[in-house]
């Protein structure tokens, strides 16, 4: 017998049958997939006091049921914050945590609809649901890296963008809100600039390059981005200057 927690939190037992029924071999399989769990969690914990960012058990809990139905494999990226966090913790950065339960999902194919501004509805087949598409979201997923996210009891490998690209495209997209989401442009511009500061310090030109790589029609609106963004950044020069010349371009 082994309990599970479900994502509506309660608890489910898996039975395996009769004691005489389960080879010596099944039990050790077993016994090193609990063991291993509960390192991680352990593990994930002990991150946890060194200010490594942690989401939520129920996000927690759909990212790794995407992840054992191989669905990152597959193509699939995670954006939206809980991306932002995956980064903050791959490139060693300590900043605000945030909280949320929301979770960004994007195929790792171009969207069958892509706007300039606002969003429309696609039918996503083998999730049975339909999802929202939103401008450039091509280009933020185009050259996705592995990542982890970690919970208080599980660490999930996941697929994440790349940094630079993730900083990009919140540079475009806090200008490129619509009505009913434009206090969400702050925390675009405020992630925007952490992780500028983060690879021009550490890998100088990827951001630069990112933003070439942009297509043209979010051109405007990431200079826009950029030269706010770039207000943000007293503290931190060199990345300062970087976000102004790509204003100026």
Do not use: W
């Not at 993730?166 to 989401?181: E, P, T, W």
């Amino acid at each position: 017998m082994r309990e599970h927690i479900r994502l509506d939190g309660k608890k489910s037992d898996e039975y395996f049958g009769p004691a005489k029924s389960v080879s010596a071999r099944e039990v050790e399989r077993l016994a090193h997939e609990i063991g291993l769990a509960k390192a991680l969690a352990a593990g994930s914990s002990q991150l946890r006091l060194l200010a490594y960012q942690r989401i939520d058990r129920k996000p927690a809990a759909v990212l790794g049921a995407c992840y054992n139905r191989s669905l990152f494999r597959a193509g699939l990226v995670l954006v939206g914050s809980h991306a932002y966090g995956a980064l903050l913790n791959e490139l060693g950065i300590l900043s605000t945590g945030y909280k949320t339960l929301n979770i960004g999902l994007v195929r790792g194919e171009r969207p069958d609809v892509v706007m300039p501004k606002g969003a429309s509805l696609v039918e996503v087949e083998e999730l049975g649901a339909h999802a929202q598409t939103i401008a450039h979201l091509d280009f933020l997923v185009e050259e996705p890296i592995e990542a982890v996210c970690l919970s208080p009891n599980q660490v999930v490998p996941v697929l994440v963008p790349a940094p630079e690209r993730f900083a990009v495209h919140k540079l475009f997209s806090s200008q490129s809100r619509g009505a009913a989401d434009r206090g969400k442009s702050g925390k675009d511009l405020a992630q925007a600039a952490v992780l500028a500061a983060a690879l021009e310090e550490e890998t100088p030109g990827k951001l630069a390059d990112a933003f070439r790589a942009l297509q043209a029609s979010g051109k405007a609106a990431a200079k826009r981005g950029a030269t706010a963004a770039g207000r943000l950044l007293d503290a931190h020069p060199d990345a300062q200057r970087t976000l102004e010349r790509l204003a100026r371009r």
